[in-house]
Structure formats: C-alpha cells, structure tokens
C-alpha cells in the first residue's frame, strides 16, 4: 500500500491521510456524498459541529455498509461552546448527533484568542475525553504559532492535528514548522485553493485560480492527471492530511485516485514555488464568537 495513505498521530493512532470534507455540504445531500466517498475509498470524513451536519454524516456512515472501525471520523467544538463544562455538553452532542458510538479526532474549531482562557479550559476538557478513552485523539483548527505556543504552556497534551487553511498559494510555513515542533500533524482544509477568489480583497490581482495556474496544468499534463489530483498529490508529498471537499460523486472519485502517481521533487519545488503569503479565509486571531454566527442545536 502507499505509504503516504496513512499518517500516524502523537499518540500511535492511525489516520488516513485523505479524506473528505463536508464543510457547505447541505444535510440532505451529505448522507449520500458520505456514502459515495465511502465507497470511492475515503476512510476519513471531516464534519464540525457548526457545519450543522453531523446527524446526516453518521447516516451516511451507517448506510455504508462498513464497520465503524473501519472509518475515521473527525468533528469539531464550535466556539460558542469553548469553556470545560461546556464543551463537555457539547462532545455529548456531537457524539449523538453522530451516532456511531465514538469520535476518533475531535478538534477545538478556532483559538477565539480574544478569550483564550475559554480555549484552555476546552481544551482540558478534550484532555479529559481523551483520558477517558471517550475519543481516540484531540487536536485543534485554524491555531496559529502563538496559539499553539501558548496551549502548551497550560496545559499537558500536543494537539495531534492541526486543521489549517492551507493550499498552493497559502503555504502556511510558520504555522507548520510550529506544528512540528509540537509533533503535530498539518491537516489541510481549502486544499486545492477553492476559498482563493471567495473574497476579492484577499486575492492578488492577475493570480488565477490554483488550478488554472499555467504550472500546475503542466505538471497535470505530464502526470496524465488533473491540477486537482496533483495538488492533492502535493499535499501528501510533504506529509499533510488533506480533506478536499464535493458533493459531486465524479470529483469526490477523482480526488481520492492519487495513490498511483508521485510528484518529482522539481514538481514539488515549483508549486512550493506559488505561495502567495495570502489568507483567504477568517483572521484565526481576529475570530470571534459572533464572527460566524450559528445555531448548533438547529440540526
């Protein structure tokens, strides 16, 4: 098997490298994209409390025909429900809206830095889960260096992923190099740049989308794949997870047909090459509670 379809966590736990995301997926679609993935050979599925689609993720799972051990499933604390005895609740909820007996990754959403006292005490709650055997592995989203930094100094466990937006035009090498001092793994959201142009403030003029860039089109044609699979691809060679997301069943089959293929290292080179240094999505130090407001028990 190729080895970059697994990745270990800190604590010894497997995950598959690859998955789906399901952030913007309609809960009456998302039951059968998960179904769909399932049976494309995702072992991994991404959802988040906020993302208010949780109950259909677990259906999708059921309908599978798969046994629970044989799919990873991550959620996500939303912000709302930072703080100990809270995000306890909260897991409780998740894990049954799921349905499916237990969480294996679950990852406190954004740091809310503004209130990072709440982020600490959320977090020993996830130490606690994990403890407990309640969850398989905890870790954290969008922390930037100086959120990790300081989440460490308070408390006991590395998170063991990191869940950052990250593509070929954001490359994120900070926060990576800060996720491997803490022996965290860099879990990549917006994986293939389809947040870059959502907001024309963040985009360079004259960048094209990342799969319409001129190099990575002629990587693709070289490879015989799509600029899709070889971004995909890119994020495996240097040993992220990736989550790409779709509910159109030909781009959730054709995003996960990459184990057969590999990028030579000139290929790596130049797409490390494209980083623009630009942020699409939300300032994680600037996020708030009422940054992206939703109600979670509307599910």
Same mark, same amino acid.
């Given at each position: 098997?190729?080895?970059?379809?697994?990745?270990?966590?800190?604590n010894g736990v497997a995950m598959p490298a690859l998955g789906l995301g399901v952030f913007l997926a309609p809960a009456a679609e998302t039951a059968d994209t998960v179904t769909t993935a399932i049976g494309a050979g995702y072992r991994l599925i991404d959802t988040a409390a906020a993302?208010?689609?949780?109950?259909?993720?677990?259906?999708?799972?059921?309908?599978?025909?798969?046994?629970?051990?044989?799919?990873?499933?991550?959620?996500?604390?939303?912000?709302?429900?930072?703080?100990?005895?809270?995000a306890l609740a909260a897991f409780e909820a998740s894990n049954d809206r799921l349905g499916?007996?237990?969480?294996?990754?679950?990852?406190?959403?954004? #740091?809310?830095?503004?209130e990072f006292h709440r982020t600490v005490d959320a977090w020993r709650a996830a130490e606690r889960l994990l403890a407990e055997g309640r969850v398989r592995a905890i870790g954290v989203s969008n922390f930037m260096p100086e959120h990790l930094e300081r989440l460490r100094a308070e408390t006991d466990v590395a998170p063991a992923v990191n869940q950052v937006?990250?593509?070929?035009?954001?490359?994120?090498?900070?926060?990576?190099?800060?996720?491997?001092?803490?022996?965290t793994i860099t879990q990549s959201w917006a994986p293939i740049g389809g947040i870059f142009g959502r907001k024309p403030e963040t985009t360079p003029e004259d960048v094209p989308h990342p799969l319409a860039h001129p190099v990575i089109n002629d990587i693709a044609g070289r490879h015989g794949k799509t600029p899709a699979q070889v971004i995909i691809r890119w994020h495996l060679e240097h040993g992220f997870s990736v989550i790409p997301k779709s509910v159109r069943p030909e781009r959730i089959v054709a995003n996960f047909d990459v184990f057969d293929f590999a990028l030579s290292a000139d290929d790596i080179a130049r797409i490390d090459a494209l980083d623009t240094g630009h942020r699409a999505g939300p300032? #994680?130090?600037?996020?708030?509670?009422?940054?992206? #407001?939703?109600?979670?028990?509307?599910?």
């Open positions: 098997m190729d080895d970059s379809r697994r990745i270990e966590l800190n993302y208010l689609n949780e109950r259909a993720v677990g259906e999708g799972v059921r309908a599978s025909g798969i046994g629970r051990d044989e799919v990873f499933i991550t959620t996500k604390l939303w912000v709302k429900d930072f703080g100990y005895d809270a499916l007996g237990h969480i294996d990754l679950w990852l406190l959403h954004w #740091p809310l830095a503004g937006e990250l593509h070929p035009y954001f490359q994120q090498a900070g926060t990576r190099a800060a996720n491997d001092r803490c022996g300032d #994680p130090s600037a996020f708030t509670v009422s940054t992206y #407001p939703v109600d979670i028990d509307d599910q």
